[in-house]
Structure formats: C-alpha cells, structure tokens
C-alpha cells in the first residue's frame, strides 16, 4: 500500500530530516509541497517528489486536495497548531515537528482535534528513536532502575546559537532554548520515567550572552538587535508521586560540559546517564557498579552493519503506524504535557512563583 504525503514547510529541518527519511520509505510518495517561498517547495519537489507532485504557497490549498493521506507540518512554533488542525480536520493524519505548539492551550486544541477527527497525531521528538534511548527506555521498562523518582533532562550548548530563519523571534517560536531543544531533553526524560502527571514547576530564563557583539558561535555572530529569546533556561519539576525533574537548556552558557537530548536517572534499584555513551550504575553482591553500554556491535571487515538513523527510524515508525502495523509511538498526549511544562518554566520566569498544574 502506498500513501500519499504532503509537506508543509520547505525549510531546515525538512530537508535536514523529514524529506531524505521519507525518500527512503516504499510505501511513501512525495506528491505535494508547500512553503511561503515557493522557490524552496519547487526545490523540494525537484529533490524528493515524482513528475506529478504538486507545488503550494498556501497550504488551505493543498489540504484541499483529498488523495493527500498524511501532512508532515514542518513551520515556525507558531504556526503547528493552527496548520495541524486544518489538517486533521481536513481528513489527514499529522506529523508536527517539535514542540507541539507554542502554547497548551493550541497544543490542547491539536488534541480536541485528533479526537474529534479519529486521526492519528505524532510529534516530532526523534530522539527517542536513538539506539542508546531504545535501550534505556527497556531497561526502565523492566524495572531495572526500580522507581525512578530524580532525573535530570539536559540540552547544553556552549556556544551553538542557531543565526538563520526565526530561531531568534520570540513571537514566532515562543522561547529560544528551552523550547527549541530543552524540549527533547524533557520529552526524553518523562518517557524514560513514564511519568506525564506534574505538579508544579518552577524556572529561571536568562539573557546574559544575547547582547554580546561579535560573539564566537558555530554558526557564525549573531546579531544582538534581533536575539529576542533567552539564551538559557533552568527548571524545577516536582510530579504528583514526588518525584524531581531538573531541565538545564542553553544555546549560549559558559560550560564546557555540554551535550544535547540527554537524561540522567536515579532510581530506588539503579541509575543510568548519558553523559558519556550510556551508563547504568547500582549496587551488586555488596559492591557500586557502572555498567558502560556498548551500543555498537562492531563489523567485519568489507562490512559497516546497519547503522541507526533516527530520523528514519521515526519516519519507518510513524509511516507504520498510519498503515496500522503499530502504535504511534510519540504519543500527543505526551507531547502535549511537555507544552504544558515548558510553557510553566517561562510563566514562572516571568512572575517568580511556581505554576501549579490542576
């Protein structure tokens, strides 16, 4: 069986992540593009779609077209929900790219609408398909880690400001990020725990390096006038059953110990983290252990084995669970506590007290 996809948004992570994982999906065609820039959809179209695809600038246009089965919305934050919607209500089942909105109160409309519509809903949160994440998240699963009642969601970067689009406007985005990848960090970590119920948080955001001239990042200065966001953010997590979430995000912090989409567990039989590779720790016949996990099986000589790809392997999944071969494994319910968290992280910021969930 083949199904029909649409794109909505031409841009980066289009092109970074969901059009080449498509591409390499069977049952997928490629038959209809869509971007404000049309020359970046006619780009696509060329790259990724067949002699019968279909270029938009609007995308109530293309939604219009009923052969369409999926729509992947792959736009600035806040666009998601409105797009999402259209879409679900217009007959498709939706992809949308992390975070799931700019706000709870669209990404609970996203929600409503999946209900109302019975459509399938994913969020874009490809993380959870890497190797050392599949393997953490059995090992949680099993109970190896016993009850897990700390963990630590970390999106570190040093100087890594992304210069290009509108990562910088806070009216399009929502935040910088802690919405951008301190997302991850927390979708990771509440999965890894299977725990989606908060009681309150409590967070911090910050503007320290964004006025600095001239600054070293990797991707080149960026310019203060238009550094709307924060350039770090922390939080403070406390779930209904006790336990404690600590969210550490930044695109620009004085730290040498970055690193991006990871989580830290301390649980009542074990721990793990992924600071290093991934590490278990616990204690054994009297003695502490740390386990380091070798992910890699190793190859042979004229052969590299099968490597993991994220980003395909979120695409494979998402595409089976359309065709009702599986679940839909990011769950919007689960993305949608995360709007809920992060959302409370930056209303906290602003008044100084914590956002306490009903």
């Not at 790259?47 to 369409?68: F, I, Q």
């Not at 359309?322 to 930056?346: D, S």
Request: hydrophobic share 40%.
């Amino acid at each position: 069986m083949t199904v029909k996809v649409g794109i909505i948004g031409c841009g980066g992570i289009a092109n970074g992540k969901h059009l080449p994982s498509l591409a390499k999906i069977q049952e997928v065609e490629m038959v209809a593009f869509c971007d404000i820039v049309v020359e970046r959809a006619e780009k696509a179209r060329e790259d990724y779609g067949g002699s019968e695809s279909k270029v938009y600038n609007d995308y109530r246009e293309m939604l219009a077209d009923t052969e369409l089965d999926i729509v992947h919305v792959l736009t600035p934050n806040n666009c998601h929900a409105e797009m999402t919607i259209a879409a679900l209500e217009s007959g498709k089942h939706v992809m949308c790219e992390k975070p799931m909105a700019k706000t709870s109160e669209e990404a609970q409309a996203m929600l409503d609408a999946a209900k109302r519509t019975g459509k399938k809903l994913t969020i874009g949160y490809q993380n959870r398909f890497r190797k050392d994440a599949k393997y953490l998240k059995t090992v949680c699963d099993d109970g190896e880690l016993g009850e897990i009642y700390l963990g630590k969601a970390k999106a570190i970067r040093r100087r890594a400001v992304p210069t290009w689009g509108v990562f910088l406007d806070e009216e399009a985005q929502g935040g910088g990020p802690l919405i951008d990848i301190g997302t991850h960090a927390l979708d990771l970590t509440l999965w890894m725990m299977n725990n989606y119920e908060p009681l309150y948080a409590v967070g911090n955001v910050y503007h320290k390096l964004s006025q600095t001239e001239n600054a070293a990042n990797a991707w080149g200065p960026w310019n203060p006038d238009e550094f709307t966001v924060e350039d770090s953010a922390f939080g403070f997590i406390t779930m209904k059953n006790g336990a404690t979430i600590i969210l550490e995000s930044s695109w620009a912090i004085n730290l040498v110990n970055d690193g991006e989409a990871k989580t830290t567990l301390a649980g009542t039989k074990g721990g793990a983290d992924m600071d290093e590779g991934l590490r278990l720790n616990g204690e054994k016949h009297g003695l502490l252990y740390d386990n380091h996990i070798q992910l890699e099986t190793g190859g042979v000589d004229f052969y590299d084995g099968a490597g993991n790809d994220p980003a395909y392997e979120e695409a494979r999944a998402w595409i089976d669970a359309v065709l009702g071969k599986r679940e839909v494994l990011v769950k919007p319910e689960e993305a949608f506590v995360v709007t809920q968290l992060l959302e409370a992280i930056y209303e906290s910021a602003k008044t100084g007290q914590p956002v306490y969930f009903n």
